[in-house]
């Protein structure tokens, strides 16, 4: 099994910044994707941006332009760069990843940050 345990969530002012961390932990796994999406209340989840250990990236909606997701292979870790908040990107973000465990593919959830963008 995979674990993602994320941090980097709160509150900050409009136009201020934030950067989420998620880490991947289990045994004899392979990361394919790692990324985010967010939720807001009542609504779907919605990818925000997702990266493979190669660095190919693939943006959301509501993750162009201010948003840049990142990783760091060796720590198994994916970052993403939140730049220029506003009130409406506060919802919760929740970390997601592809592995293969055991020749098996399937799809791991954190357990979602909240984000709050407010003066």
């Known amino acids: 099994q995979v674990q993602l345990a994320e941090s980097g969530g709160g509150l900050v002012q409009p136009g201020g910044s934030l950067r989420l961390s998620c880490t991947a932990s289990?045994?004899?796994?392979?990361?394919?994707?790692m990324g985010w999406y967010r939720q807001g209340p009542g609504k779907q989840r919605d990818l925000v941006a997702s990266?493979?250990?190669?660095?190919?990236?693939n943006y959301g909606d509501f993750g162009k332009g201010r948003f840049t997701v990142s990783i760091d292979n060796a720590k198994r870790t994916v970052y993403l760069q939140m730049n220029d908040l506003k009130p409406e990107d506060t919802v919760v973000y929740y970390c997601?990843?592809?592995?293969?465990?055991?020749?098996?593919?399937?799809?791991?959830w954190g357990q979602g940050t909240q984000v709050t963008v407010s003066s």
């Open positions: 997601y990843a592809d592995c293969e465990v055991d020749d098996v593919m399937r799809g791991y």
């Open positions: 289990g045994t004899r796994f392979s990361i394919y994707t």
């Open positions: 990266i493979t250990p190669k660095g190919d990236t």
